[in-house]
């Protein structure tokens, strides 16, 4: 059960396994029966914000747009996921304020790993100079000092990294523990 609402604030770079770990903790809460609405930031670029680009402004736009949807839902008491590169620490900072049950997960993996995985085929585009702005190409991508969760995916499996998320849900009073 959901003891108070909160959000859970995927950040890292493209291909360090955001979606992946959302989906993870998803099926998760769905066995434990606790509903969430996922934010995905591939999905959001389609809806909300679509027409936005990737110059720093327009990525503001996009995470603050996030972050107020964020906020609404959480102070209804939901439990949110969101799950965006989110590359800049300021506009992030700006989340956490917003939203206030922030749960700030960085999803660290190396920029080597990822490109190496290439999920959708974007940093070779980037290397190409056929996509600009990419982050951690030519763009930047500045890491979390704080964040309340850190997972590492080049040496953790998706489960380690959806418990040590959930563990943390559940220290921090969002959750009821596991019966189990
Ligand atoms: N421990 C792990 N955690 C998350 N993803 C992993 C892990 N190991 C390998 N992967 C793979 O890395 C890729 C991450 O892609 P994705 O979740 O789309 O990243 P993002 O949403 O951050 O751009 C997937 O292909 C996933 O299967
Ligand atoms: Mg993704």
Same mark, same amino acid.
């Given at each position: ?6 959000? $859970?604030?995927?950040? =890292? ?6 979606? *992946? ?8 809460? *769905? &066995? +434990?029966?606790? /509903? ?8 959001? +670029? *389609?809806?909300?914000?679509? =027409? ?13 747009? $996030? ?6 839902? *959480? +102070?209804? =008491?939901?439990? !949110? $996921? ?11 900072? /700006? ?10 997960? @960085? !999803? ?8 190496? +995985?290439? !999920?959708?085929?974007? @940093? ?5 100079? &056929? ?17 309340? !969760? ?5 040496? &953790? ?7 040590? $998320? ?7 009073? @969002? ?6």
């Amino acid at each position: 059960m959901i003891k108070k609402g909160f959000t $859970i604030w995927f950040t =890292g770079l493209s291909g360090a396994g955001k979606t *992946t770990i959302s989906d993870r903790l998803v099926e998760v809460f *769905t &066995e +434990r029966k606790i /509903h969430v609405e996922v934010l995905d930031g591939d999905v959001v +670029r *389609t809806n909300l914000s679509k =027409g936005l680009g990737f110059s720093k402004e327009d990525r503001d736009t996009n995470i603050k747009r $996030i972050a107020f949807v964020c906020k609404l839902l *959480t +102070r209804n =008491g939901a439990g !949110v $996921i969101a799950a965006a590169i989110s590359p800049y620490r300021e506009v992030r900072a /700006h989340a956490r304020t917003e939203i206030k049950n922030f749960v700030e997960v @960085y !999803v660290k993996c190396p920029l080597e790993v990822c490109e190496g +995985r290439d !999920v959708k085929g974007l @940093y070779a585009k980037a290397r190409a100079g &056929e996509i600009k702005q990419f982050t951690g190409i030519d763009d930047p991508y500045e890491e979390p000092l704080n964040a309340e !969760v850190v997972v590492e995916t080049d040496k &953790e499996t998706v489960d380690e990294s959806a418990s040590k $998320i959930i563990a943390a849900l559940e220290e921090l009073g @969002y959750i009821e523990p596991s019966a189990a």
